[in-house]
Structure formats: structure tokens, C-alpha cells
């Protein structure tokens, strides 16, 4: 990741907006092998940019733009919270019927 004259707080903000875009294809395109290392770099990103925030103050530009990522990244992971929920369903439901039929065998 390269460290732009940006504002550190609104670089961050960016890597993650650009990360749940890639999350979401992949989600779109059920490629779940792909999801959990990028889960973990989210994690990571959420981190260093909750340690560095307090830091940085932003003038009115930059919280348009932060205003406008955040935008991004919050419907990004309702879509990708959306598409995923319903598999999660469908595989609780599954393991309840398997261990239903185990109980009555």
C-alpha cells in the first residue's frame, strides 16, 4: 500500500472502501475461498484506522470524502451481509435436519 500526501485517516478509509469492493465480487461470484484472508485484512485496516483517526483532523473536504466512503463501504457490506445471510441460513437449516435424522437413528 502506498502512502499518498493524502490524509492518512481518508487513505485508509480508501484501502478499505477499494477492499469491500473486491469482497463483494467475490462475494457475487460465490468464491467464499477468497473471503477470509480478505476478512482478516479488514480487520487489520480497521485497526490502524482506528488508532490513527483521533490523530488526524479533517477539514470539510476531507469529511465530504470520508462522508461519501463511508457511503461505500456501509453499502458494501449490507450487500455483501444480504447475499450471504440467506447461505447461512440455508447451512443452519441443513445441520439441524442432520442432526435431527442423528437423533432418530
Not at 49 to 59: G, S
Request: contains cysteine; glycine residues 0%.
Amino acid at each position: 500500500m502506498k502512502m499518498n500526501s493524502k490524509n492518512k485517516v481518508l487513505f485508509w478509509y480508501e484501502e478499505i472502501a477499494e477492499l469491500t469492493d473486491r469482497m463483494l465480487v467475490l462475494t457475487r461470484t460465490r468464491q467464499w475461498e477468497n473471503l477470509p484472508g480478505l476478512e482478516t485484512q479488514y480487520s487489520d485496516m480497521m485497526k490502524q484506522l482506528t488508532a490513527i483517526e483521533p490523530l488526524h483532523a479533517l477539514n470539510a473536504e476531507q469529511l465530504a470524502r470520508k462522508c461519501r466512503l463511508l457511503y461505500v463501504i456501509n453499502s458494501n457490506q449490507y450487500k455483501i451481509s444480504s447475499f450471504i445471510q440467506p447461505q447461512l441460513d440455508a447451512l443452519s437449516a441443513c445441520l439441524r435436519n442432520l442432526e435431527l435424522q442423528r437423533r432418530l437413528h
